[in-house]
T-cell receptor
Framework: EDQVTQSPEALRLQEGESSSLNCSYT??????LFWYRQDPGKGPEFLFT???AGEEKEKERLKATLTKKESFLHITAPKPEDSATYLC?????????????FGQGTILTVHP | GAGVSQSPSNKVTEKGKDVELRCDPI?????LYWYRQRLGQGLEFLIY????????KSGLPSDRFSAERTGESVSTLTIQRTQQEDSAVYLC???????????FGPGTRLLVL
């Protein structure tokens, strides 16, 4: 069974204090790993897709990396507006072709 | 362009009643997905439609849940004889193709009293 585990569950940072969120996965044939941001009361907002180990993607203060077992979302010099829940999901091979398997998310709070 | 839209945004119902939730995907997207998000938990896959293929219903939690999609447009998720444990946010997503990036709507918040 495909599994996705995110850590930490919650992270509090001071503005400008860089850190990383972790997403560990166990899947049968990774087709893609996705990062989403979710603000309270809203649907997940797409950030990145990573397809193969060694791949990296960047957007503003965020950088996502991928290895064969985990992905990291690095946040450089965060601002209070980066506060949100960050979700990691995997798209795996197998019988449930279209399904994404999500982790529980990391709640990020950035204090000014 | 317009994103995924869902209606209603909020629904309060009594235990035992049936509810219908609607999703309008992004125009041109062939794949459509329904997920459930319980309070403080991750998203749980329910069902997936891809073009004219038979839907993947492997995530539906019971036979009280069903979904339909008309062609490559609107989808409705129906929950019959609602129970309190059905209270959750129901999220719809669409993608250009079956293995493409999924874009989510704002969700329908369902509360069963």
């Amino acid at each position: 069974e495909d599994q996705v585990t995110q850590s930490p569950e919650a992270l509090r940072l001071q503005e400008g204090e860089s850190s990383s969120l972790n997403c560990s996965y166990t899947v049968s044939g990774l087709r893609g790993l996705f990062w989403y941001r979710q603000d309270p009361g809203k649907g997940p907002e797409f950030l990145f897709t990573l397809y193969s180990a060694g791949e990296e993607k960047e957007k503003e203060r965020l950088k996502a990396t991928l290895t064969k077992k985990e992905s990291f979302l690095h946040i450089t010099a965060p601002k209070p507006e980066d506060s949100a829940t960050y979700l990691c999901a995997v798209h795996a091979g197998g019988t449930s072709y279209g399904k994404l398997t999500f982790g529980q998310g990391t709640i990020l709070t950035v204090h000014p | 362009g317009a994103g995924v839209s869902q209606s209603p945004s909020n629904k309060v119902t009594e235990k035992g009643k049936d509810v219908e939730l609607r999703c309008d995907p992004i125009s041109g997207h062939t794949a459509l997905y329904w997920y459930r998000q319980r309070l403080g938990q991750g998203l749980e896959f329910l069902i997936y439609f891809q073009g004219n293929s038979a839907p993947d219903k492997s995530g539906l939690p019971s036979d009280r849940f069903s979904a339909e999609r008309t062609g490559e447009s609107v989808s409705t998720l129906t929950i019959q004889r609602t129970q309190q444990e059905d209270s959750a946010v129901y999220l719809c997503a669409s993608s250009l193709v079956g293995i493409g990036t999924q874009y989510f709507g704002p969700g329908t918040r369902l509360l069963v009293l």
